[in-house]
């Protein structure tokens, strides 16, 4: 019982350089996101994917850009890392896009020095 | 815009009293809305869900929520604390494509 797995769960970053993170989810869910979280922020929604071949930008998608590569896998790239993109990251993935409760991994936290 | 509001940044609680976590809303109609927990360096677990119907929603770990229209709210509860409680809270609310966090409550358990 994987659920939903990222990686990887730390990574350290200077400014400028590119990365991708991964997420892969083993539940046959249609629909998957990607959110940060930054203390006293909540999390907040960069992008999302309602199903295999669509992705959509969410409250805080600049600087990122994603790819669904499958229905399993969902990736969010860096182009060029800012300091201002340090937070943790949290990939999340629901049956189908609606009301559904979501299943999250447990993160990824990047620094940007 | 559609929103949650947690009012309560931290919340202390001593062990074995019990627990109530503010959460209100601002959607129309009929609102879908979550509570998620997160322990310390894990990712969020969904503890119950309001869709519809009964205004008293029972989850997991000990948790309940009552949805409140009158005042738009949608309050967590738990009548006896355990020291595993301790974590941070989050409230979301279904924003017509997806969740939308409210800023969340750290709680804190006293012995």
């Known amino acids: 019982n994987a659920g939903v797995t990222q990686t990887p769960k730390f990574q350290v970053l200077k400014t400028g350089q590119s990365m991708t993170l991964q997420c892969a989810q083993d539940m046959n869910h249609n629909s998957m996101y990607w959110y940060r979280q930054d203390p006293g922020m909540g999390l907040r929604l960069i992008y999302y994917?309602?199903?295999?071949?669509?992705?959509d930008k969410g409250e805080v998608p600049n600087g990122y850009n994603v790819s669904r590569l499958n229905k399993r896998e969902f990736s969010l790239r860096l182009e060029s890392a800012a300091p201002s993109q340090t937070s943790v990251y949290f990939c999340?993935?629901?049956?189908?896009?609606?009301?559904?409760?979501?299943?999250f991994g447990s993160g990824t936290r990047l620094t940007v020095v | 815009a559609q929103s949650v509001t947690q009012p309560d940044i931290h919340i202390t609680v001593s062990e074995g009293a019990s627990l109530e976590l503010r959460c209100n809303y601002s959607?129309?109609?009929?609102?879908?809305l979550f509570w998620y927990v997160q322990s310390p360096g894990q990712g969020l677990q969904l503890l119950l869900k309001y869709f519809s119907g009964d205004t008293l929603v029972q989850g997991i770990k000990g948790f309940e929520a009552e949805f409140k229209r009158s005042q738009s709210s949608f309050n967590l509860r738990k009548p006896s604390v355990h020291w595993s409680d301790a974590a941070e809270y989050f409230c979301a609310g279904y924003s017509g494509y997806a969740l939308n966090f409210g800023k969340g409550t750290s709680l804190l358990v006293t012995p």
């Open positions: 959607y129309g109609a009929t609102p879908y």
């Open positions: 994917s309602a199903s295999e071949g669509t992705t």
């Open positions: 999340a993935s629901s049956e189908e896009a609606g009301p559904y409760g979501y299943t």
